[in-house]
């Protein structure tokens, strides 16, 4: 007898973002230098103070189960900061914090799309939630935008893909993988149509510490009245303190639907882990300045790489305001050969530029947009100045 997997798991697609940075990573266990530019994590370690706080935690017995939606303390000062940079009001019953902000999308899916739902992805997006989406028995509804538009939908293609089931708008702003970050006048054009078709949005705002320049950032809640009713925010540590391992992310929800995913997370998985979560106390609570630090250097490498990029006749990528990611227009780079392969696709040529060259990026076919490569360039700027070297030769 051979254990059958279920339907609904047999079609779920790896994570491309995990896969192409696992892909690095064997070769690196294989002897080879690699530059990688796959994965979206912060090169830096956590801040000491964070760490310090884990260890105390630890140290104080702060090692059992905590409440399913989390350590009041944490719901606390999540809401207090949204209070005070956005003026938003939650009560902490309106925060659950899960494993990550990945585990708090697939709850905010879980608990509200119903199979045949129809839900509008705005591509290129990230990779996971077509997946998570499609778990649920609802359907992803990709509304591809341009580079013209700085990849971002406006409120008539918005209108356009509305059908009589479609029910949630899910909206990632700042964006990965294209940095491009939603200005407020274009937010509200957005939040227009929402009120007027009866939507939901899903804010994955978990790059809105990263930006960068003169842009401004607007959490979605903000630029209407009564937004807040039909809007879940979600984000998290992972990104903003460099703290991707430890597994922190939460969501702000109506008071109905957070309660819910309080009753399914105690189902799945208790709590999240009480030692993070008293980490990422300190994270939200603390001295902001490391995160300032990171962004200063995220800044600076956001503009070596634009250089970069603008140096390489026929490469380009759209303005990045927010985010670590160059999304780069490699189609002129398509339908040749190199070293005698012949490379048709951005996933065939990512898979050359990693063999090759040993640089790692991942195709932006698995963001839905086909003809890119998108680069992360949340690594030490030494990472960043040979892999574009590299890039440079491999084009040439
Ligand atoms: N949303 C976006 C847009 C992301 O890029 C990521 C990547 N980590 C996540 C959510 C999930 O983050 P976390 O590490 O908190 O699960
Ligand atoms: N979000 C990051 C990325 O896009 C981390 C990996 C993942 O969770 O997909 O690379």
Redesign the pocket.
């Known amino acids: 007898m051979s254990i059958e997997v279920s339907k609904i798991v047999q079609a779920v697609e790896p994570s491309a973002?995990l896969a192409a940075s696992a892909k690095a990573k064997e070769l690196v266990a294989a002897g080879h230098t690699v530059y990688n530019l796959s994965v979206?994590?912060p090169d830096f370690k956590t801040p000491q103070h964070i760490i310090d706080a884990a260890v105390a935690a630890m140290n104080a017995g702060h090692t059992h189960y905590t409440p399913a939606t989390g350590i009041i303390e944490l719901k606390q000062a999540v809401v207090s900061d949204y209070r005070n940079r956005f003026g938003l009001d939650y009560k902490p019953t309106q925060c659950v914090i899960s494993n990550?902000?990945?585990?708090?999308?697939h709850n905010a899916f879980f608990s509200t799309l119903n199979p045949g739902d129809e839900a509008i992805l705005p591509a290129p997006c990230?990779v996971?939630y077509a997946e998570l989406i499609r778990l649920t028995g609802a359907v992803p509804k990709i509304v591809s935008t341009t580079e013209a538009d700085g990849f971002k939908l406006t409120a008539d293609a918005l209108r356009a893909a509305i059908t009589p089931r479609t029910r949630m708008l899910l909206l990632?702003n700042p964006s990965?993988p294209t940095g491009s970050c939603y200005s407020r006048a274009e937010l509200e054009a957005l939040a227009d149509v929402v009120i007027e078709k009866d939507l939901f949005v899903i804010a994955?705002e978990?790059?809105e510490r990263l930006i960068y320049g003169d842009t401004k950032f607007s959490s979605f809640p903000t630029v209407r009245q009564g937004l807040q009713d039909r809007t879940i925010v979600?984000s998290?540590?992972?990104?903003t303190y460099a703290m991707?391992g430890w597994?922190?992310?939460w969501l702000l929800a109506p008071e109905n639907i957070a309660k819910k995913v309080g009753s399914l997370q105690s189902q799945e998985t208790s709590n999240p882990c009480s030692v993070s979560q008293y980490a990422a106390l300190a994270g939200v609570s603390g001295d902001q300045t490391c995160v300032e630090m990171m962004k200063a250097e995220f800044a600076k490498r956001r503009d070596y790489v634009s250089q970069r990029i603008a140096d390489i006749p026929g490469l380009s990528a759209p303005r990045m305001d927010g985010?670590f990611y160059a999304f780069m227009n490699i189609s002129n780079f398509l339908g040749r050969k190199y070293n005698g392969v012949q490379v048709d696709t951005d996933k065939e040529w990512c898979l050359e530029l990693l063999q090759q060259k040993k640089v790692a990026t991942v195709f932006g076919s698995a963001f839905f947009c086909e003809g890119y490569a998108r680069a992360s360039f949340a690594a030490s700027m030494e990472t960043l100045e040979r892999a574009f070297d590299r890039i440079a030769e491999f084009v040439r």
Not at 100 to 105: D, E, F, I, Q, T
Not at 236 to 239: E, F, H, L, N
């Open positions: 973002t979206g994590e990550g902000a990945k585990h708090s999308l990230w996971s990632c990965n994955d978990i790059y979600v998290g540590v992972s990104k991707t597994r922190i992310g985010a």
